[in-house]
Nanobody, 125 residues
Framework: QVQLVESGGGLVQAGGSLRLSCAAS????????MGWWGQAPGKEREFVAG????????SYADSVKGRFTISRDNAKNTVYLQMSSLNPEDPAVYYC??????????????????WGQGTQVTVSS
């Protein structure tokens, strides 16, 4: 069992930056591929970024490439999402997720086994 707790959300002006954190607990939490998913009001949850177990492989949604960076610190069992150039069209709630996938990081929701509760990001225009 893996528990995920997101933090770092808040209010930011358009063009600003935020860093989200996801703390994972559980004996083997560092053995999971990790992902960040976002959900805008009235829309389905969508893939934002993913990172492999080792951190050597990352993937991003086209909408965030060049603006967001995912990273992980396995010694701290923590995954980060550095977000810059935020705009009001970016997702409002961000969820951290863990996957048992061994290679790479999945971009489909059903391949993730554990989910956090989400953290709210509000971008003012």
């Amino acid at each position: 069992q893996v528990q995920l707790v997101e933090s770092g959300g808040g209010l930011v002006q358009a063009g600003g930056s935020l860093r989200l954190s996801c703390a994972a607990s559980g004996r083997t939490s560092s053995s999971y591929a990790m992902g960040w998913w976002g959900q805008a009001p009235g829309k389905e949850r969508e893939f934002v970024a993913g990172i492999s177990v080792s951190g050597s492989s990352t993937s991003y949604a086209d909408s965030v490439k060049g603006r967001f960076t995912i990273s992980r610190d396995n010694a701290k069992n923590t995954v980060y999402l550095q977000m810059s150039s935020l705009n009001p069209e970016d997702p409002a709630v961000y969820y951290c997720a863990a996957s048992r996938q061994i290679l790479g990081a999945p971009t489909t929701a059903f391949k993730y086994d554990y989910w956090g509760q989400g953290t709210q990001v509000t971008v003012s225009s």
